[in-house]
């Protein structure tokens, strides 16, 4: 499985930016999706994912009510829609999946795509 992250760049506190992810894989709709992100000098951190089934959506406390997930199953693409972003949001973004259900943290994945960076700054 590839992926290929985009939407990646630089804004202003407050601003919008919204990530792509297009996943080369048969039987997309069966693959549980996920945003993760890793800020300079810290741990890769799980930001949210979108169940292959019902879509459930599942947040980081410190992006609840700021970002959405989405997915688009007939382009085999996932999305994440940043809104009101602080600095502490800059980080390199990852996208990831696996087959089957829920993804909440970092051993739940089974494939990774490249990052895209993020940066948050006036």
């Known amino acids: 499985v590839q992926l290929q992250a985009s939407g990646g760049g630089s804004v202003q506190p407050g601003g919008s930016l919204r990530l792509s992810c297009e996943a080369s894989?048969?039987?997309?709709?069966?693959?549980?999706m996920a945003w993760f992100r890793q800020a300079p000098g810290k741990e890769r951190e799980f930001v949210a994912s979108?169940?292959?089934?019902?879509?459930?959506?599942h947040y980081a406390d410190s992006v609840k009510g700021r970002f959405t997930i989405s997915r688009e199953n007939a382009k085999n693409t996932v999305y994440l829609q940043m809104d009101s972003l602080k600095s502490e949001d800059t980080a390199v973004y990852f996208c990831?999946?696996?087959?089957?259900?829920?993804?909440?943290?970092?051993?739940?994945?089974?494939?990774w795509g490249q990052g895209t960076l993020v940066t948050v700054s006036s």
């Open positions: 990831a999946g696996r087959y089957g259900y829920r993804i909440v943290r970092a051993m739940d994945v089974q494939y």
């Open positions: 979108i169940s292959r089934s019902d879509g459930r959506q």
């Open positions: 894989v048969g039987n997309f709709f069966h693959h549980t």
